[in-house]
């Protein structure tokens, strides 16, 4: 086999001036490793676009959330007794209170998403606790942590008193008002913190203060309407809440992170089957390429093969000679593909060159990863089709006689 390759090898890299087959044995290289490149790098911008949306959803609701459609929670300690009870997996969770409303800046208005939290356990079953950029978290009443886009819109900065006007408080809120008249609550708030949760999403809506000031404001004393879940490490989520739903029952819905945003993993799962789909066709123009090379090659060196048939080459050495030719073009260009991206990919993972526009792709620069798994798996591919690529060339020269070759000469 080493004397194979190393045959191979000479032929393919000949520098013969009268040959134009080398020339394109190297064009096919650069066409393989084009291929693979352009595979590898969209895979880990794809593949990172996915982690990290993964991350900021997961980060900010926890691995699975639990909350109410109807009247907000009366008795969150029995609640957290409930779903600790029908789940063993769950070791943490953390109440918080939800509500819409609008929030008034110097220079607009906005609708937000006002959440009071429970400071003292969100940090134990989410990453919002890290993700303050500028600021403090609130400690009193009328102190807020505002979203870093919804921030921008409304002209708010740290230090600024906000209008913080909650159409519905009460029993109203939840929409079974009972015959209780509910009048919109205004109340205001001073900034103390810059939040920037990583997805424009969010960003944009995103208001935090106390549990125990949204609850004043909403007339809702001791009531929170959401659960953060922290589970056991390697545990199904999804199992999880498919478990409190079918205990917990109506009005509460528990719902793992992944279905959150569901609609978007889903867009981008198609989106990189397809993108892999169309970037292979380069990979097969490639493996037609090394076809078109070796038969090349099977012309410049017809007095070459038959004088090594002559001295005692076999057929079979022979067909074996050129496959490992079609092995050698492709595996030399996947090399090369493979360094290039897996080196692009570093670069663009630690240094973020790549900025999108955040209202339209959720973050504000192309995030990318480090795939090996995937890398290896292109270039496994991608020798496959140089190795099948090279089956027909090969037959061909197995099946060539001596005499044919000689006579040329």
Not at 82 to 95: E, F, G, H, N, Q
Not at 306 to 325: D, E, T, W, Y
Request: hydrophobic fraction near 50%; charge should be positive; proline fraction near 3%.
């Amino acid at each position: 086999m080493k004397l194979m390759i190393w045959m191979a090898r000479r032929m393919v890299s000949s520098k013969s001036s009268e040959t134009f087959a080398s020339f394109i044995a190297w064009i096919s290289v650069i066409g393989m490793a084009l291929g693979v490149l352009a595979l590898v790098v969209v895979n880990g911008a794809v593949s990172g676009f996915q982690s990290e949306l993964a991350q900021v959803v997961s980060g900010i609701n926890g691995e699975v959330v639990v909350y109410t459609r109807g009247n907000p929670v009366s008795s969150p300690l029995e609640m957290k007794a409930k779903i600790t009870k029908w789940s063993a997996d769950v070791i943490d969770l953390s109440p918080s209170f939800l509500a819409e409303v609008m929030i008034a800046g110097k220079t607009g208005v906005a609708g937000a998403l006002f959440e009071g939290l429970d400071f003292e356990s969100i940090g134990r079953v989410s990453r919002i606790d890290q993700k303050l950029v500028s600021g403090r978290w609130p400690e009193n009443e009328k102190e807020i942590v505002i979203g870093s886009a919804i921030a921008g819109r409304i002209g708010a900065e740290l230090g600024n008193s906000l209008r913080v006007i909650i159409p519905f408080s009460g029993e109203a809120l939840r929409g079974t008002t009972s015959g209780v008249t509910s009048q919109p609550v205004a109340s205001e708030a001073k900034v103390v913190g810059i939040v920037k949760l990583g997805m424009h999403q969010y960003d944009s809506k995103v208001v935090f203060t106390t549990l125990t000031w949204v609850q004043s404001l909403l007339s809702s004393p001791g009531k929170v309407t959401n659960f953060r879940l922290k589970l056991k490490p390697d545990s199904d989520g999804k199992r999880v809440a498919e478990t409190l739903n079918e205990y917990l029952g109506y009005p509460y819905r528990a719902r793992h992170w992944s279905d959150l945003n569901k609609n978007i993993f889903s867009a981008i799962r198609l989106e990189k089957v397809v993108i892999s789909i169309i970037l292979l066709a380069i990979i097969m123009v490639a493996a037609f390429n090394v076809i078109s090379t070796l038969m090349m090659l099977i012309h410049d060196k017809t007095e070459d093969i038959a004088v090594l048939k002559a001295i005692g080459m076999s057929p079979r050495q022979s067909f074996m000679l050129f496959a490992v030719m079609g092995a050698w073009i492709g595996g030399v260009g996947i090399c090369f593909g493979m360094g290039l991206g897996i080196g692009i990919n570093e670069l663009l993972s630690r240094f973020k060159w790549i900025k999108i526009p955040s209202e339209i792709y959720h973050l504000d620069h192309l995030p990318v990863v480090v795939d090996v798994q995937s890398a290896v798996l292109v270039a496994v591919v991608a020798f496959f089709l140089s190795v099948v690529a090279a089956v027909f060339p090969a037959w061909r020269v197995s099946r060539l006689q001596p005499l044919e070759g000689l006579r040329r000469d």
